[in-house]
């Protein structure tokens, strides 16, 4: 007897949609189920930024890239601790998945040039051209209900996935309906585990002395279906935290750090090289008294970040950044002596001005003048990284090593490329894998027999 679908997919978020109109595009039937309400989960919060090489769009500027330039960076910052083939299938897929969204799906995307993410040999940061995950939801969701082979159930989770013991799932148990609906291949789209209190505990302990600012709906599924099929899972100690949430309860950009911005702790003094990750910075934040710190920057960082990103000039509408005139003000904010803040900008001019590597490391430096730009910051788990192992075609892996014959895993679900902690994190690599495993995961369950 036929399934009912060709194909499930669990999860509407990015990584969700990209897979069904990936499996839709050869003309199976395909069903999307979403717990919520809402379509989009957290990536509709992003920046939609993610990395791509060897693209059109980069030629067009003239930007020379490869996908081993890729792999080569991204394996840099985490320790090569992730294997070299799964980070290159990520980078040589980047570019179709960066083409196939504007050719296939409609979506505009343009090149970031106007910084390069700590960690990133190229300007290879693709984003839609507002930089919002929103634009990427928006146009993905209307590609695929415009398909007429999607078909798309809000309000309806999975519970259980039925299975054979030999990693062959024949359908899935619908949450609170007792119902079941057999498919013919799933693709597991459910996030991460952040929003599981006892996982994070158990996994990553450092993590849970952090706010979590991600999706409440990632209450680590996949973790528990993986463990029922049998599968590998990897680094399920990885996460990425991010430095910079705002007393006001949104993100400041980490682009005011990679501007020039300094950060200082409450007394007055800077800690560490700002301009490494944002989530590596964050645990040296959580080594700071009451583990917050201040971003400060001048007015051109504050006026260029207000232009660029709509999240920032909400910050700013909200209070979260703080104007002032002079040095008294400022440490008056931070609660310091304004001799220990003027010594820590004093000294931190005093290296731009000689082009000079200071004792953290750090060897940029914008000046630092009134008026003077602050934020409180505070440190947060954004998502986890650890998740199903899956092969090049995207099919979650069994323990010894065998592939499921009809399960695929795509975005916070399957395993990431961070390595363990939360040091080895590259900007933009969750969306990565959200799209490329996610339109790696729709174009091989549909090439099933
Ligand atoms: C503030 C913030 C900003 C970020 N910005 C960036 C960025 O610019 N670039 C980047 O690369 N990464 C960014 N990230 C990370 C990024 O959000 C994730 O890596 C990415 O969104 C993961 O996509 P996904 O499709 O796996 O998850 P989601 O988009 O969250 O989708 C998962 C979906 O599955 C649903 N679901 C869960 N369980 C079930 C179930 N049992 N049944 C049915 N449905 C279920 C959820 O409701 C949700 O809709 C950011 C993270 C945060 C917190």
């Not at 799964?86 to 296939?104: G, M």
Request: charge should be negative; include cysteine.
């Amino acid at each position: 007897m036929s399934p009912d679908f060709d194909i499930i997919v669990i999860g509407g978020g990015g990584a969700g949609l990209v897979s069904a109109i990936a499996a839709a595009q050869s003309g199976k039937s395909v069903l999307l189920l979403e717990k919520t309400p809402d379509i989009g989960g957290h990536t509709v919060n992003t920046q939609g930024m993610f990395p791509a090489s060897y693209t059109r769009f980069q030629k067009a500027l003239g930007i020379k890239d490869s996908p081993e330039k890729m792999t080569a960076d991204i394996l840099n910052e985490n320790g090569n601790s992730v294997p070299y083939d799964v980070v290159n299938n990520l980078s040589l897929n980047s570019r179709h998945v960066a083409e196939w969204l504007v050719d296939f799906c409609g979506q505009e995307l343009g090149v970031a040039t106007d910084f390069k993410y700590h960690g990133y040999s190229n300007y290879r940061i693709h984003s839609p051209p507002g930089r919002t995950g929103k634009e990427l939801i928006t146009t993905l969701l209307e590609k695929a209900e415009s398909m007429g082979n999607i078909e798309i159930i809000r309000e309806h989770g999975v519970s259980k996935l039925i299975h054979n013991g030999r990693g062959q799932v024949s359908g899935l148990e619908i949450s609170g309906s007792g119902e079941n609906i057999t498919t013919g291949a799933t693709i597991i789209t459910t996030g991460g585990y952040g929003a599981n209190r006892d996982f994070v505990e158990k996994y990553m302990p450092d993590a849970s002395k952090m706010m979590y600012f991600g999706s409440s709906e990632h209450r680590g599924d996949s973790i528990i279906w993986g463990e029922a099929l049998g599968a590998e899972l990897d680094y399920l100690d990885s996460y990425q935290a991010h430095s910079a949430v705002s007393s006001a309860g949104t993100l400041i950009t980490w682009e005011t750090v990679m501007k020039g911005a300094l950060i200082v702790n409450s007394l007055g003094e800077r800690f560490a090289n700002e301009i490494t990750g944002y989530s590596r910075f964050a645990k040296s934040i959580t080594n700071q008294p009451d583990s917050i710190a201040y971003e400060i920057y001048n007015r051109e960082i504050h006026e260029e970040m207000l232009q660029r990103y709509p999240e920032y000039r909400e910050t700013h509408l909200l209070g979260g950044i703080k104007s002032f005139h002079d040095i008294t003000e400022l440490a008056s904010f931070i609660g310091c002596k304004p001799g220990n803040l003027s010594s820590t900008i004093y000294i931190a001019n005093s290296y731009k001005d000689n082009m000079k590597t200071d004792k953290f490391g750090r060897n940029f430096f914008v000046p630092i003048e009134a008026p003077y730009y602050a934020a409180k910051i505070i440190p947060a788990l954004f998502h986890t990284q650890g998740g199903l192992r899956v092969g090049k075609d995207a099919r979650v892996i069994l323990k010894g090593g065998s592939s499921c014959r009809n399960v695929f895993a795509a975005g916070d679900a399957a395993a990431g490329i961070s390595g363990p902690g939360s040091d080895g994190y590259v900007s933009g690599t969750g969306l990565l894998c959200a799209l490329t495993y996610g339109w790696l995961a729709g174009k091989n369950s549909s090439a099933l027999k």
